[in-house]
């Protein structure tokens, strides 16, 4: 399989991504930076009008001149203008990358990465995963396909302990950094050193929603895969419901077994749900920018509302994982960030990290429930990642699938509110914070 496109960052001489710790420094002068990839690649002129903008290809077929004779097209599940171009974006936007399938959400693809493990495997997940993604490995892959699940706490647990947890037949460690949505850090190059050391070599995989290929590179720190809620802030316009997996070149053999599942299973994209979603990555390095920005500056205003218990934003420098944060930053965006604490001072010590943020508002469910209905800019609804700014209850919410004991251990409480910091301007979202704070502090006092 021909790589759908090897992006200058990840290209090394032997073609392969750079091993554990890899980071490289953004080139200057380049003409492949983060953004210019975002906007060019796999969206060249149409060789037949000219059009600078892709044209929607509907058809679900295509003529064959002979049998077998045919423009690289034959069905559209198999393939389609539209989703190859939009999996070139892909593979070009994911730092590292060379392979790149798209599916009809990020749930379809997290199903097929499992079946792809085949019967009885065992795997390691980090503990707190997306609901649906638990929800699928113990409901779903557990009763069909036999898999065993050991959910481990990545961030905290020792070496042994985690080595402990891998079996003969642990085939993936799943991981997803920041975590939905308690907001843990793993650190992704001692998970895949420690997988390099086991006798069954499991494969790394990274679900990269929350950061998106702008602030991090997973593929770079020496993960196998990576997968991505495009659903969230690649396609970033909460219109497009997909999902993607992107490999390196030297797994190229995996990435093939993916591809005759991706059309075998046949969730896959509509054309017009990629045409959009190429659409939307074009802004994907400015989106992320305000994304980060504006959540800053809305954590540090949390940080200092005596409603407010506890602030979760691993760019907090009270994070306790703040250094973790900054050391596993994407090489554009460690450019970025750096610009940034130069320009804007550094008073808190803090920087742009994603647009994510949790916190435990004082008090309980009312409270939170006072809040989330009493917020103006922040719509109560699930879902993260769109321009505009979002906001949730995960305990009865994205996390409901979760068993309640469970929720409770990894602190998903009731009074645990996440936010999806949109891009609007950024003195409307703290005044929409602090009024929606006043009015559940009010239930309180009631
Ligand atoms: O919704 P879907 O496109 O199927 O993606 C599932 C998924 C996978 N991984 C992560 C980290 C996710 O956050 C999600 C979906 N999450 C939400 C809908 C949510 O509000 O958290």
Known sequence: MTPAVLNAEASTSNGHANGANGVHAAKKGSLDGFGTRAIHAGSEANEETGAVIPPISLSTTYKQDAIGKHKGFEYSRSGNPNRNAFETTLAALESGGAYALAFSSGSATTATVLQSLGPDAHIISVNDVYGGTFRYMTRVAAENQGLQTTFVDLENADDDTIRAAFRPNTKLIWIESPTNPTLRLIDIPRIVSLARSMPSD????????????????????????????????????????????????????????????????????????????????????????????????????????????????????????????????????????????????????????????????????????????????FTLAESLGGVESLAEHPARMTHGSIPPAERALLGIGDNLVRLSVGVEEVEDLIADVEQALEAAAAVSKA
Request: glycine share 8%; net charge positive.
């Open 202 to 377: 499991p494969l790394v995989l990274v679900d990269n929603t929350f950061l998106s290929p702008f602030y991090s590179s997973p593929l770079l720190q020496g993960a196998d895969i990576v997968m991505h809620s495009l659903t969230k802030y690649v396609n970033g316009h909460s219109d497009v419901v997909m999902g993607a997996l992107v490999l390196p070149a030297h797994r190229a053999a995996v990435a093939e077994k993916l591809r005759f599942l991706q059309n075998a299973i046949g969730a896959v994209p509509s054309a017009y749900d990629c045409w959009l979603a190429q659409r939307g990555a074009k802004t994907l390095h400015l989106r992320m920018k305000a994304h980060g920005a504006n959540a800053l500056a809305v954590a540090r205003f949390l940080q200092q509302s005596p409603h407010v218990e506890e602030v979760i934003y691993p760019g907090l420098a009270t994070h306790p994982r703040n250094d973790l944060a900054y050391r596993s930053l994407s090489p554009h965006a460690r450019v970025f960030v750096d610009r940034y604490v130069k320009e804007h001072g550094d008073e808190a010590g803090g920087f742009p990290y994603g647009g994510m943020i949790s916190f435990r508002i004082r008090g309980g469910a009312d409270e939170a429930e006072r809040f989330l209905t009493s917020a103006r800019l």
